[in-house]
């Protein structure tokens, strides 16, 4: 099969989307889109007679996870972001990473400070999450906070590199504002469940600000895919033993607003 080529994604190359204050999404490489997954399920059952057009199979297999065949499809991106979302990133420890290496290049001076908007206050009920937007003179406060401690970190870290300290070692100065690079790559299937997780309400606004983008890109690959990921990953809902049992209790069969065969289905799924 001839390398596939999508001509809405080949306008997207290379081209840098702003994130943050100094952040970018660029994708740099894709291989495959809807069609090589289709492809890639149809060799299964070789032979035999097609039941599934393109739509409908890849529905079904996203709803019934089947995920090999997202897996011929692969993304790699060019990313930059501060530390502590990178270090958020590789906890999705199946995609391949290669970061710009302290050890061998001087850092740039480049740190994040959040926008206004999302200068928050540390939420009430959870612990690791944000609360109101903080008032003006709070704002200003925190902002000369953050500025003063990039600049005397940055300060030490230049200080060091005078004195020789090798850049190994002079790094661990700097905080995890500081913005990192690196070249990341992931198949589809395990990028879907990075998209759940990082576009979730839950997770932190920066890291879903990158993942918002990751998605629109995407979504020009795979648009077929991404419908059936909408449908099936994030606006489905999963059920408790005892939920399940409550549903089929209270539940009247025949004023469910389905056609006929996503009722037959809905009520298998509940056997």
Request: hydrophobic share 35%.
């Amino acid at each position: 099969m001839s390398h596939i080529i999508v001509s809405d994604a080949e306008e997207l190359l290379d081209k840098e989307y702003k994130v943050l204050d100094h952040g970018f999404v660029r994708l740099i490489d894709y291989y495959g889109d809807d069609s090589r997954i289709v492809s890639s399920a149809r060799v299964s059952y070789s032979g035999t007679k097609q039941l599934r057009g393109d739509v409908t199979l890849i529905d079904y297999l996203l709803r019934n996870e089947h995920t090999s065949p997202f897996e011929q499809v692969v993304f790699t991106f060019h990313l930059k972001m501060p530390i502590f979302v990178a270090r958020q990133w590789v906890r999705h420890r199946t995609g391949r990473m290669n970061e710009i290496s302290g050890r061998y290049s001087v850092m740039k001076e480049e740190f994040y400070t959040p926008s206004r908007d999302e200068f928050c206050l540390q939420s009430e009920d959870n612990r690791q999450g944000r609360g109101e937007v903080i008032g003006d003179d709070e704002y200003k406060e925190a902002t000369k906070a953050f500025e003063d401690a990039y600049k005397a970190s940055y300060q030490n870290y230049q200080k060091l590199l005078e004195l020789g300290v090798a850049k190994e070692i002079a790094r661990s100065v700097l905080p995890l504002g500081l913005y990192t690079e690196f070249y990341w790559q992931m198949d589809l299937h395990n990028l879907l469940h990075f998209l759940k997780l990082r576009l979730d309400g839950h997770a932190q606004l920066e890291i879903r600000h990158y993942a918002e983008v990751i998605y629109d890109i995407v979504k020009v690959v795979c648009p077929l895919t991404i419908k059936a990921f909408e449908k099936h990953m994030i606006k489905s809902k999963k059920f408790t033993e005892d939920e399940v049992k409550a549903i089929k209790e209270t539940m009247d069969v025949d004023s469910l607003p389905l056609d006929d065969r996503s009722k037959r289905i809905f009520l298998e799924k509940l056997k």
